[in-house]
C-alpha cells in the first residue's frame, strides 16, 4: 500500500474572542451560506496534493466539525476530526502524534498547517506549500508590507522604523516536514515554548531554514466582525 506523507492540517481549535460576543467559534459563523470552516476544508480536499486533511477542533465541537463535513464535503472519507490543544503548537504536535499513530511518522512525511479562518487560500499556495516544503523543508506563506512598520519597545514612543523592503506580513500555510518539526519543539525549553507565536518560529530559534512562499493579499484572516463583511464581499455576497 502506497504510504500517506503529506497532511493538511486545519487549525479550527480557536475560540473567536475577538469577533465579540458570539454564541459560537468564529470557524463556525456563516459566509456565503456556508461556514467559514467549510470553505476552507474544501480548498484542501480538491487539492490533489494532499493525502489526508486534518481538523483540529476544540473538544466540545468535535462532533459539530464531523457533522458539517457530513454535510456539505463530497470526499469525507479524507477528512478527519480531531481534538486540538490548548495552544497553537499544542495543537500541531497532536495532528503529529495522530500521524505516528496513525500511519507512522517518517523524514518524508510534510504538514500543511492553516488556519481554519483562512477560507480564501488558493490552489497555488497549497501547491507550492507543498513543493518548497519537499525541496527546502520548511515555507512559510507571507505577502509583502506595504505600510510602513513601527516599532516601539514601550508602547509610548516610536524605538525604530525598519526598511519597508525587508519587512513581510505572515499569513498560512506554514509547511513542514512533521518529524523535524516534532523533535525542534520538544528540545524547546518551558521559556521559549512560551515566546512561541507560530509554528515557524519553533524553526528559526533552532537556527533552521525557512523558505517564504508569496501570498495573496485576499488569504485574509477572518478575526473582527468587519472581516465578515469583507469576506462576503470576496465571495460576492449579498451583505457585502
Known amino acids: 500500500?502506497?504510504?500517506?506523507?503529506?497532511y493538511g492540517v486545519v487549525l479550527a481549535g480557536g475560540k473567536g474572542t475577538r469577533m465579540g460576543n458570539?454564541?459560537?467559534p468564529k470557524q463556525f459563523m456563516n459566509i456565503g451560506g456556508k461556514p467559514i470552516i467549510v470553505h476552507t476544508i474544501e480548498k484542501f480536499v480538491v487539492c490533489p496534493g494532499f493525502d489526508k486533511v486534518l481538523v483540529l477542533s476544540p473538544k466540545q465541537w468535535i462532533k459539530h466539525t464531523q457533522d458539517l463535513i457530513r454535510?456539505?464535503?463530497?470526499?469525507?472519507e479524507k477528512v478527519i476530526v480531531i481534538e486540538?490543544?490548548?495552544t497553537r503548537n499544542e495543537t500541531i504536535m497532536n495532528a503529529i502524534n495522530y500521524i505516528d499513530q496513525t500511519d507512522g511518522l517518517d523524514d518524508d512525511t510534510i504538514i500543511v498547517t492553516?488556519?481554519?479562518?483562512?477560507?480564501?487560500?488558493?490552489?497555488?499556495?497549497?501547491?507550492?506549500?507543498?513543493?518548497?516544503t519537499k525541496k527546502y523543508g520548511a515555507c512559510d506563506t507571507v505577502i509583502g508590507a506595504t505600510d510602513t512598520i513601527?516599532?516601539?519597545?514601550?508602547?509610548?514612543?516610536?524605538?525604530?522604523i525598519p526598511d519597508r523592503a525587508t519587512m513581510y506580513q505572515g499569513q498560512t500555510p506554514q509547511s513542514f516536514h512533521a518529524k523535524k518539526l516534532?523533535?525542534?519543539?520538544?528540545?524547546?525549553?518551558?521559556?521559549?515554548?512560551?515566546?512561541?507565536?507560530?509554528?515557524?518560529?519553533?524553526?528559526?530559534?533552532?537556527?533552521?531554514?525557512?523558505h517564504l512562499v508569496e501570498g495573496e493579499v485576499f488569504n485574509i484572516?477572518?478575526?473582527?466582525?468587519y472581516d465578515l463583511r469583507v469576506a462576503e464581499s470576496l465571495l460576492g455576497g449579498a451583505h457585502a
Open 182 to 210: 516534532y523533535e525542534l519543539y520538544n528540545d524547546l525549553s518551558e521559556e521559549e515554548k512560551n515566546i512561541l507565536t507560530d509554528a515557524t518560529k519553533i524553526m528559526i530559534i533552532r537556527g533552521e531554514n525557512v
Open 150 to 160: 513601527v516599532v516601539s519597545e514601550d508602547g509610548r514612543l516610536v524605538s525604530s
Open 71 to 76: 454535510k456539505y464535503i463530497p470526499e469525507k
Open 114 to 132: 492553516h488556519d481554519s479562518v483562512r477560507p480564501f487560500v488558493t490552489h497555488r499556495i497549497l501547491e507550492e506549500n507543498i513543493e518548497y
Open 84 to 86: 486540538g490543544g490548548v
Open 1 to 6: 500500500m502506497e504510504r500517506k506523507n503529506v
Open 22 to 24: 458570539v454564541e459560537k
Open 221 to 225: 484572516k477572518i478575526t473582527y466582525p
